[in-house]
């Protein structure tokens, strides 16, 4: 089964810091989502990038954050100024097509 | 009334028994229709996937959709202990996003 992968598996920071969250997707994948999972709570889409932009964000997705994918490879979340309730488990996936979105095994963030 | 509904267990069945996990959504643009299984603390892993009304099957797993009632089912056979995990369904339109459910808890037990 093809493998996403995200780097670092736990991040701990200070409320107010910046933190940039990497995945490496499947090589031949096109499309890139970012997903995050308060504990306890439902998946949630962040957003979705397609051809070096973003084709759709939900409402999480705010000023504070922000995506790229600076090498043709790596896929990052920034989020600027961290709050408490970003602490969250946050998943990368990645598709070719149809539609089967294959996730990595996530980074849990903890903001203190 | 919430995109999409799924009871969220937990669900005790004993090994080798017939599991049915069940999700409802409102929206009918809906297209296509997957299960993940996820385990804790790590990402969910994809079982099936399935975009018209019917049953589809792989194994142990079947997933059914009907489209006129807006309802998901997976159905596991013959239940073993390493099936206990949490199972999502995740539901997705024309855009690309998915709309999860709250996944269902599943413990197997010997």
């Known amino acids: 089964e093809p493998e996403v992968t995200q780097t670092p598996s736990h991040q701990v920071t200070q409320m107010g810091q910046e933190v940039i969250l990497r995945c490496v997707p499947i090589?031949?994948?096109?499309?890139f989502y970012w997903y995050r999972q308060i504990l306890g709570q439902k998946v949630e889409f962040l957003v979705s990038?397609?051809?070096?932009?973003?084709?759709?964000k939900s409402e999480i997705f705010d000023d504070q954050f922000s995506v790229e994918r600076p090498d043709g490879s790596n896929f990052t979340l920034k989020i600027r100024s961290t709050k408490l309730e970003d602490s969250a488990m946050y998943f990368c996936?990645?598709?070719?097509?149809?539609?089967?979105?294959?996730f990595g095994p996530g980074t849990r963030l903890t903001v203190l | 009334q919430k995109e999409v509904e799924q009871d969220p267990g937990p669900l005790s069945v004993p090994e080798g028994a017939i599991v049915s996990l069940n999700c409802t959504y409102s929206?009918?643009?809906?297209?296509?229709f997957m299960w993940y299984r996820q385990y804790s603390r790590k990402g969910p892993e994809l079982l099936m996937y399935?975009?018209?009304?019917g049953n589809k099957e792989d194994g142990r797993f079947t997933a059914q959709v009907d489209k006129s009632s807006k309802y998901i089912s997976l159905f596991i056979r013959d239940s073993q202990p390493s099936d206990s995990a949490t199972y999502l369904c995740?539901?997705?339109?024309?855009?690309?996003?998915?709309?999860f459910g709250t996944g269902t808890r599943l413990q197997v037990t010997l």
């Open positions: 996936a990645a598709k070719d097509r149809p539609n089967e979105q294959f």
């Open positions: 090589s031949n994948h096109l499309y």
């Open positions: 990038f397609y051809n070096n932009e973003i084709s759709e």
């Open positions: 929206n009918s643009a809906f297209q296509y």
């Open positions: 399935t975009y018209s009304s």
């Open positions: 995740a539901i997705g339109g024309t855009a690309s996003k998915l709309t």
